[in-house]
């Protein structure tokens, strides 16, 4: 009995080495050593911004249901508009950075959990194009003071938004918030910005895919212990097929004793977890994985929303409380932590296979200015007198962000390792993703980060991709006419700026990984109709004056 003990303890002993020897070849020397770090900061709204019920929730319904965003009008409901904040859920909203460098150039992840934000505002300096410039100017400072890793350009700094319907609304469509509340995030971006700089320290990095499964897919049907955590709103046309059903993981750790520093997941979900009858303000299931994560996982963590588009989570809900409704605290946390628990088993999924990144460290972000012009009389309305209906959109209507019809904005393309990173400026089609994934053939992983440097609602490609949702957006799934069924349509830039997105992440693919804007570009035939966007140079969006600030004028939008 004696013996059978000690080989027991001696077997387990060995078993323990196994998956020990394994992980220091995963994370190991044999792994290049970059520079990681991570930051978070608080952007829960204050008590008095909360007081006076004009601090907006958004995502549903539409506008304030206040005549002129003032004058409530009589039984306004969600449906209507009125879903101001009536407090704070859980921890609240928070923006997060991941910052990884290889010592010679240094790029930055960002994401601010509202329901959207632009890249610059009526109200004054406070947009996307600030804080990236913000950052860049405050660490620049910092590191001419301090040897350490080089600091980023703004163009190299990327930052969205996480969609969050249960987010404030920065974007203005629903009410808006207090151009304090602007203020506050920009303040509070630029500071985890910098943080994350400040705490980078080397690391090796580590990459792996988790499939994440879609309702009622044929190709992967779960089996025991899988769980499809997915939906695609148009999973009936045949022409809206293809998803972004990764759930992608990159994983530092420490290159001597392999302890996790950082975890940062690019995953494509709406945070539409909770409803409308949620009246506080949270980052949805987003924030609630991020804290899961450091909890199983230690270190820093952070999920950055990938390809929005028609992709929604599957199966929301509290099991244990199944008929309460979102505005019970309690039932709308059991419900973030439920979903938020599925997607981080996907993450340890993809952790189990991750490898690492090896060779010569590298890593690159170019941002570009892309313009279009803009046929929905939707967001031209919003922007020029949304006030009027209860929905004060704050976007500058000034060059180059809006300019007659033309819109200006930004796009991100760069790399880590051999895995691609492209970044657009609202809840693209996965069509985008992929077509880009199956032109740029070779790298290991293709990170695609949504709402990235601004927010325009839905960016639909191919054009043949267009019939379901311009039919869905004036008739319900049974044909019956609903005009608000839907918004993919009426939320849609333009019928080119997808196919425009499309050509651009080509052509920075080509100028990230070749150094030849036309290496992708010119192989899609549809790419030479947006040959103006070719011309312009890498950091083109960087270079406009900021925002005079009008707050003391324009107190709230």
């Known amino acids: 009995m004696r013996r059978t003990a000690i080989l027991t303890v001696a077997t387990l002993a060995a078993a323990a080495a196994v998956p020990a020897a394994l992980a220091a070849r995963r994370h190991g020397p044999r792994g290049a050593v970059y520079l990681v770090g991570g930051g978070v900061e608080s952007i829960n709204p204050t008590k008095a911004m909360l007081a006076n019920h004009d601090f907006f929730l958004g995502g549903y319904g539409f506008g304030s249901g206040r005549v002129g965003n003032v004058v409530a009008v009589p039984g306004a409901t969600d449906a209507l508009g009125n879903r101001y904040a009536v407090g704070v859920l859980g921890d609240g909203a928070h923006s997060r950075a991941f910052a990884v460098s290889d010592r010679r150039h240094t790029v930055v992840f960002s994401q601010i959990e509202t329901q959207g934000y632009f890249a610059a505002y009526k109200q004054g300096p406070f947009g996307l194009i600030d804080i990236r410039r913000d950052a860049a100017a405050q660490i620049a400072a910092l590191a001419a003071k301090h040897a350490g890793a080089p600091a980023p350009t703004a163009s190299e700094i990327v930052v969205d938004s996480d969609h969050s319907h249960g987010g404030p609304d920065t974007v203005g469509v629903w009410g808006g918030v207090p151009t304090s509340y602007l203020k506050l995030v920009h303040d509070r971006t630029v500071a985890a910005i910098v943080d994350a700089w400040r705490s980078m320290r080397p690391a090796t990095l580590s990459y792996g895919v988790a499939h994440a499964g879609v309702n009622g897919e044929a190709k992967y049907p779960p089996t025991d212990g899988q769980d499809w955590i997915l939906s695609n709103q148009f999973s009936d046309d045949p022409n809206n097929q293809t998803m972004d059903d990764e759930v992608r993981v990159l994983q530092a750790r420490d290159p001597k004793s392999g302890r996790v520093l950082d975890t940062y997941v690019n995953y494509a979900s709406h945070p539409t977890v909770l409803g409308s009858s949620n009246r506080r303000v949270t980052g949805d299931y987003v924030g609630r994985l991020d804290r899961a994560m450091q909890r199983s996982l230690g270190g820093f963590a952070m999920d950055q929303v990938a390809t929005l588009g028609r992709e929604q989570p599957a199966d929301r809900g509290c099991p244990s409380m199944p008929k309460a409704d979102d505005s019970n605290p309690t039932k709308a946390l059991c419900a973030l932590d439920d979903y938020a628990g599925r997607v981080l088993r996907k993450v340890k999924e993809a952790l189990a296979v991750a490898r690492p990144l090896t060779g010569k460290p590298v890593v690159a972000m170019n941002s570009y200015l892309l313009a279009d012009p803009a046929t929905s009389p939707v967001l031209a309305g919003l922007v020029y007198a949304g006030q009027v209906v209860g929905a004060p959109a704050g976007r500058a209507p000034n060059a180059p962000w809006y300019t007659g019809n033309v819109i200006g904005t930004t796009y991100f393309v760069g790399r880590i390792g051999d895995v691609l990173v492209t970044g657009g400026p609202g809840e693209m089609y996965a069509q985008i993703w992929q077509k880009v994934r199956d032109t740029v053939k070779g790298m290991r992983g293709y990170i695609n980060v949504g709402t990235a440097g601004d927010f325009l609602g839905y960016l639909i490609a191919p054009l043949e991709a267009y019939p379901e949702p311009v039919k869905r957006s004036f008739l319900s799934g049974n044909n019956v006419p609903s005009p608000v069924d839907n918004d993919n349509y009426f939320f849609n830039v333009s019928h080119t700026f997808g196919e425009r997105l499309t050509c651009d992440f080509l ?49 709230h939008m």
Do not use: E, N
Not at 523 to 551: N, V, W
């Open 507 to 555: 052509r920075g693919a080509g100028d990230i990984l070749a150094h030849d804007a036309q290496k992708y570009w010119s192989t899609y035939d549809r790419c030479p109709a947006f040959t103006s966007d070719l011309m312009l140079p890498p950091g083109q969006d960087t270079t406009f004056p900021a925002q005079p600030d009008l707050s003391s004028v324009l107190p």
